[in-house]
T-cell receptor, first 113, second 116 residues
């Protein structure tokens, strides 16, 4: 079965620090998409970043970057210069070949002033 | 504001009842996705429609059904409701049949369903 695991249920960091959220997944597919979504207290789901498995270069979006290790099936999210507005639940997600999207349980991130 | 609208925002009903949740995608988006977010199951993909046709199916119960109409809005029907169906139901939309490096999935604000 294809699964997504986020091993950190909750994390706290000081504002302006760098934080890394972990995600591992299990699949036998060779090409797929990986995503990080953010869900702030408003409950709105927002796409943070995406990665195509066949691309070796790690995706970046401003202060957000990923460390994609295909062989290890690892897809961590790094947030640099963290801001109070980054406080949210973060979900790692994987899209299967038949277009089903599987989410991890989420990591609740608190940015402390 | 993502441009995806969902109605109603909140819904309270009793066990055994049937409800319909409605979603209007962003202008120009042909794909609609439905998700369920509950405390015990987390965020689960239910079903996707593309231009009126069912495209992908996730963990959707037989008591649940969905459709996408010619004007591209979608409805999720939940019947014989149980306490465990209480959850936040999200709709999302995107342009293409399949998410890609250039296509983004935009989420609506969700409908909170409470089954008493």
């Amino acid at each position: 079965a294809q699964t997504v695991t986020q091993s950190q249920p909750e994390m706290s960091v000081q504002e302006a620090e760098t934080v890394t959220l972990s995600c591992t997944y299990d699949t036998s597919e060779s090409n797929y998409y990986l995503f990080w979504y953010k869900q702030p207290p408003s409950r709105q789901m927002i796409l943070v970043i995406r990665q195509e498995a066949y691309k070796q270069q790690n995706a970046t979006e401003n202060r957000f970057s990923v460390n994609f290790q295909k062989a290890a099936k690892s897809f961590s999210l790094k947030i640099s210069d963290s801001q109070l507005g980054d406080t949210a639940m973060y979900f790692c997600a994987f899209m299967t070949r038949d277009d089903k999207i599987i989410f991890g349980k989420g990591t609740r991130l608190h940015i402390l002033p | 504001d993502s441009g995806v609208t969902q109605t109603p925002k909140h819904l309270i009903t009793a066990t055994g009842q049937r409800v319909t949740l409605r979603c209007s995608p962003r202008s120009g988006d042909l794909s609609v996705y439905w998700y369920q977010q509950s405390l015990d199951q987390g965020l689960q993909f239910l079903i996707q429609y593309y231009n009126g046709e069912e495209r992908a199916k996730g963990n959707i119960l037989e008591r649940f059904s969905a459709q996408q109409f010619p004007d591209l809005h979608s409805e999720l029907n939940l019947s014989s409701l149980e306490l465990g169906d209480s959850a936040l139901y999200f709709c999302a939309s995107s342009v293409a049949r399949r998410l890609s490096s250039t296509d983004t999935q935009y989420f609506g604000p969700g409908t909170r369903l409470t089954v008493l």
